[in-house]
Every structure is written in structure tokens, then in C-alpha cells.
């Protein structure tokens, strides 16, 4: 296949009379990290929740793999190989990194649960991941928060999909949890999985992304090779200064200052008392 795993093309979703996006544009090849960026209300999660299958799409296709398909529910794209790592990450903090990467999918035998096949096999996507988990056998609550979002993603590989959504992963994370989280981004790319990244963090962006797409109230306002944008170049897609700007340009200039001509004030007319004799 030479085409892009995931295709987005002119997509339109509606809440109601309320328009979400109305023509949102993108691709996703394999071995790539997509990302979309945009100020608060510029239509990211609802391209998001429209492909993993949480709100319907009104017009406008998704392709999948080259063909046409519907998303109506989250089992539809991940019956289809879509996976998505939501922000608040949705991990039982009680159980251990096994029992969560497992949860919903666990592996049994003729006497219940594999434990054994279910910790080799956690270890070995880890280690694929390069992932700093000390062990998976302590609960979800010891770990840090680059750690969690490792076990998130982790967790969303199980099913090997071919697309993962990765929302807001460095939220709120340090200096070192933060650079843990993006190498495990590029560990994604390696491994040969299309990644879209919805981050607000353009620092981040930047260093992992192959294209940034910013959307800006509902529709693309631009697609960039992460490697040639400038930061600069992005905030202005973002906040649609370079729009303002080039309307700017075009504006005729401003009429001439006109000449003001000043002429001299009257003089008084002095008005003399009257005399006393004068009646």
C-alpha cells in the first residue's frame, strides 16, 4: 500500500445546530507522526472523537487503508485498527501494569487466567517500547506520570492497531517524564504504526512530528513539514495573524492628511467707556 493509512477529507460535524468542524483535511501514513494543533475550540477533539467512532460524521469521508468506511462506535475503529489515548488515560489505579494493559482482554486457560503468558507478553511490548517500567507486578498508583501514559499506550498496542491517538500526552508531565513520552512516540513511528498527536505543546511537536496540521475554527488553516516550520509560522496558522496580516497588505492606504489652513483671529475691538459729559 502507498497510500496513507487514515484519510480525512472535508469532514463536517454538527451538534446540533452548532458546527463542530466543517472541513477538516488530513492524512496519516504508516511510519509517521501526524500532529494537530489549534487554540481552544479549533475543532482537534472533535476530529479526534469523530474518529474514534464517538460522535457521528455528518459529511465529508474517512478512508481507511484505501477504502471508505463508517465509524459509528469506538468497536468500529478498533475493529479497524484505530486506537486512542485519551488525557485522562482511564487506568485503575489499584491494579498492577499486567492487570491493566490486560483489562477487558485477559488471556485464559482450561483453570482460569494465564498470568505467566500475560506478564512475558507485557514485558516483551515494554521492552519494544523501550519503556522505564521497574515492574509490572507493582500498582498503577507507585508510577510516575510519564510511567502511566507508558502503560496507557502500552495498553492501547494490545490489540495491534495501526493508527494511534495520543491526546494531550506530555499534559502536565516534567522535564524527564516528558522526554520519556516522546521517545516512546518515536518508539510508535518505528515500530511502523501512523500517530496523530493533539498536544498544545509546540516544543514537543516539533521534536517528534513528521507534518503539523493546525486547525483553526473548524477547518485546516494550514499543513507544515514539522522539519521546515518555524515556531513562529505556527502560532501565526494558529491564531490566523498571518490572515490578518496579508488582509492588511491588501487594504488600501489611508487618504492624505488634508492641509489645515489656519487663518488669523480677529483682533478685539476696544470699546471705550463713555465719558461723563457725554449725556
Not at 468542524?21 to 501514513?29: A, M, Q
Not at 469523530?50 to 477504502?67: D, Q, R, W
Not at 498470568?115 to 498508583?141: D, F, G, N
Not at 477547518?219 to 490578518?244: D, M
Request: hydrophobic fraction near 45%.
Amino acid at each position: 500500500m502507498t497510500g496513507p493509512l487514515l484519510k480525512l477529507e472535508h469532514l463536517e460535524v454538527r451538534y446540533g445546530d452548532l458546527i463542530g468542524v466543517s472541513d477538516v483535511s488530513l492524512e496519516v501514513p504508516a511510519g509517521s507522526v501526524v500532529a494537530l494543533l489549534g487554540s481552544n475550540g479549533g475543532g482537534k477533539t472533535t476530529t479526534l472523537n469523530a474518529i474514534a467512532g464517538l460522535i457521528p460524521v455528518h459529511s465529508g469521508t474517512i478512508s481507511f487503508n484505501g477504502e471508505e468506511v463508517q465509524i459509528s462506535s469506538p468497536a468500529d475503529a478498533r475493529a479497524l485498527g484505530i486506537a486512542t489515548v485519551y488525557q485522562d488515560l482511564a487506568l485503575c489505579d489499584n491494579l498492577d501494569v499486567v492487570a491493566n494493559l490486560w483489562l477487558g482482554r485477559e488471556l485464559v486457560t482450561s483453570g482460569g487466567l494465564d498470568e505467566v503468558e500475560m506478564e512475558q507478553r507485557t514485558w516483551t511490548l515494554l521492552r519494544e517500547l523501550s519503556a522505564k517500567i521497574p515492574s509490572v507486578r507493582i500498582p498503577v498508583a507507585g508510577l510516575s506520570g510519564g510511567q502511566r501514559q507508558t502503560v496507557a499506550i502500552a495498553r492501547s498496542l494490545i490489540g495491534d492497531p495501526r493508527v494511534v491517538i495520543l491526546d494531550e500526552p506530555t499534559a502536565a508531565l516534567g522535564v524527564a517524564q516528558t522526554a520519556e513520552v516522546l521517545n516512546l512516540i518515536e518508539r510508535l513511528r518505528e515500530r511502523g504504526h501512523g500517530v496523530i498527536l493533539i498536544s498544545h505543546n509546540m516544543a514537543d511537536v516539533l521534536a517528534v512530528a513528521d507534518r503539523v496540521v493546525v486547525l483553526r475554527l473548524g477547518r485546516n488553516n494550514g499543513v507544515f513539514n514539522a522539519v521546515e516550520v518555524t515556531s513562529e509560522t505556527l502560532v501565526a496558522a494558529i491564531t490566523g495573524a498571518s490572515g490578518g496580516a496579508r488582509r492588511a497588505a491588501a487594504a488600501p492606504p489611508p487618504p492624505p492628511e488634508a492641509k489645515i489652513t489656519r487663518l488669523p483671529s480677529a483682533r478685539p475691538r476696544r470699546i471705550d467707556p463713555p465719558s461723563a459729559g457725554g449725556r
